[in-house]
Each structure stands twice: as C-alpha cells, then as structure tokens.
C-alpha cells in the first residue's frame, strides 16, 4: 500500500473516532446515568414534538416530598434507590404512550400521547407512593404530581404546559403530601 493513501486515512480514521466517541457522549448527556431517563434537554426536544402532534397529550410533572429526609436520615444510597424506584415507576405508568425524565434532583416529567391508555394521575400518586426497599427496610417516600392536559391550554406550547403542571404541582404541595393536581 502506498504511503500516501495511509497518510491521507489516519486523519479520516481519527476524525471518524472522534465522531463516535462525541455521538456516544451526546447519547450519555441525553440520559441520567442513575435512573436511565432522559435529562431535560433529551426530553424537552422529544416532548415538544409530540406535543405538537398529540392533540389529547398530557403533561406530568413530579417531585418527591421530604426527599431530603431520605438522604439526610438513611444517607445516599436509599435517596439513590428512591430515585430509581421513581423513574421505573413512572416509566411504566407511561408505558409505550409517553416518555419520561428525570429533569435534576427530584424532580421528574412525564409526556403522555394518549392519557386514555394510562391509569390517570391519581393511579401515578398512588404507585409512586409506595414504600421502596432498601437495605432491609422499606422507605417511606410521596410525591406532590402536578398535570396540565395540552387541551386546555390557549397555545399548546411546552413551556407553558410545564408552568401550568408545574402551578398544579406546587398547589398540591400547599394542599399536603400525597395530592394530585391538574
């Protein structure tokens, strides 16, 4: 092989590594490495899209109440297991119609397509409500879940499907633990 045509390929070989390797890092970024859901920039773009085009779509968001308690009292790992338990559960109340993030810290989003093939909001509180195991004991963990239906916003927009969940949400944390508000 001549010594040229090798010269003029290692560039194009390190430069087709390089791509791989930042592919895989953009991958990694759109994805929280603990609980293996989308990060809010991953989800934003992807519930933005089906927004537009899912007339009936609903908008969850979720914090975990006293989340700082779990950390504080049963140290990093159990706020961990919390955490994962949190995304798998949300996960499956999504199921194959929406997708779910974890947007930082403790608080989690949800986009549903069609609401009608999930058991609703108050079966999310419920589910999330569950005490988690870990380490021999069994954490007591509730969620303050906050929902807006893309119908009944003025201009269906992410953002402001987000500030609506989001005023619903906090509205439940004034009302106590365990509540739900759309």
């Known amino acids: 092989m001549d010594a040229t045509l090798i010269a003029a390929g290692l560039p194009a070989m390190g430069w087709a590594l390089h791509g791989s390797v930042l592919a895989r890092r953009l991958a990694t970024a759109r994805r929280d490495p ?4 989308h990060t809010r920039a991953g989800w934003t773009t992807r519930a933005a899209h089906l927004l ?10 979720v914090d975990l109440d006293d989340f700082k308690a ?13 955490l994962t338990a949190t995304a798998r559960r949300l996960s499956h109340w999504c ?3 929406g997708i779910a993030a974890r947007l930082g810290g403790d608080e989690f989003a949800a986009l549903v397509t069609d609401p009608a093939h999930t058991l609703g909001p108050a079966a999310l509180r419920t589910l999330l409500a569950r005490p988690v195991p870990h380490d021999g004991h069994l ?4 969620a303050s879940v906050g929902c ?6 003025p201009v269906p927009t992410l953002t402001d499907a987000l500030s609506a969940a989001d005023a619903a949400m ?12 759309h």
């Open 34 to 37: 603990l609980t293996g859901l």
């Open 52 to 61: 537009d085009h899912h007339p009936a779509a609903l908008v969850v968001l």
């Open 70 to 82: 779990v950390n504080d009292t049963h140290g990093h790992a159990a706020g961990d297991a919390v």
């Open 95 to 97: 199921g194959h119609h």
């Open 139 to 142: 954490l007591t963990v509730s």
């Open 148 to 153: 807006c239906h893309r119908a009944d916003l």
């Open 170 to 181: 906090y509205a439940a944390k004034g009302h106590g633990r365990r509540n739900t508000h």
